[in-house]
């Protein structure tokens, strides 16, 4: 089994920044992607950025690239989500989600096997 827990989550104006970060324990991390999703109100839960625990690759969404970074820490076991320029429509709950593969990254929540529960956003206008 693997903990997923987020946290830096709040209330933002557009424009400003906000980190999430996402502890995990329980497992070895090696051969792992891990995920952040988000979902908004009245809407599906959509794939947001990934990363591979082991050699650093990372993959975005285009609705947040450029303006999202996704990075690791092997010795906290921690993954962090950086949002800069923040738009009211990136407002919903963000989710940490771990999926075991070796090669390539999977951006549909589906593959994933572990999640947290989740931390709100909100950016407003």
């Known amino acids: 089994q693997m903990q997923l827990v987020e946290s830096g989550g709040g209330l933002v104006q557009a424009g400003g920044s906000l980190t999430l970060s996402c502890a995990a324990s329980?497992?070895?991390?090696?051969?792992?992607?891990m995920g952040w999703f988000r979902q908004a109100p009245g809407k599906e839960r959509e794939f947001v950025a990934a990363?591979?625990?082991?050699?650093?690759?990372?993959y975005y969404a285009n609705s947040v690239k450029g303006r999202f970074t996704i990075s690791g820490n092997n010795a906290k076991n921690t993954v962090y989500l950086q949002m800069n320029s923040l738009k009211p429509e990136d407002t919903g709950v963000y989710y940490c989600?771990?999926?075991?593969?070796?090669?390539?990254?999977?951006?549909?929540?589906?593959?994933?096997?572990?999640w947290g529960q989740g931390t709100q956003v909100t950016v407003s206008s």
């Open positions: 329980g497992r070895t991390f090696s051969n792992y992607v």
């Open positions: 990363i591979k625990w082991s050699g650093g690759s990372t």
């Open positions: 989600a771990a999926e075991r593969r070796i090669y390539g990254i999977s951006v549909s929540e589906d593959k994933y096997d572990y």
